[in-house]
Nanobody, 114 residues
Framework: VQLQASGGGLVQAGGSLRVSCAAS????????MGWYRQAPGNQRELVAW???????NYADSVKGRFTISRDSAKNALYLQMNSLKPEDTAVYYC?????????WGQGTQVTVSS
């Protein structure tokens, strides 16, 4: 499976962004998928994941602000990020979740200015 995230950018605190992930391969639909992020000097962390049945889970740091969704017909994963904070600044990646099974593809940079 090849993964490519897109949609990041620079936004002011309190703003919103929607990032997307395109996945190759027909097996995408049977896996739980997640969004991970890695800030400079930090380990990569899982912030949101969604099952094949569309049940979602969130890290406490983003709960109530981020919404994960998927379109299995399009092999696509999305993360709507609202009320962004400077501490959300990171490179965002997608992969299977809660264990990342595939090679990390291209991430997308999200920068939140204060």
């Amino acid at each position: 499976v090849q993964l490519q995230a897109s949609g990041g950018g620079l936004v002011q605190a309190g703003g919103s962004l929607r990032v997307s992930c395109a996945a190759s391969g027909s097996i995408f639909s049977i896996y739980s998928m997640g969004w991970y992020r890695q800030a400079p000097g930090n380990q990569r962390e899982l912030v949101a994941w969604i099952t094949s049945g569309a049940r979602s889970n969130y890290a406490d740091s983003v709960k109530g602000r981020f919404t994960i969704s998927r379109d299995s017909a399009k092999n696509a994963l999305y993360l709507q990020m609202n009320s962004l904070k400077p501490e959300d600044t990171a490179v965002y990646y997608c992969n299977s979740a809660p264990s990342a099974l595939w090679s990390w593809g291209q991430g997308t940079q999200v920068t939140v200015s204060s």
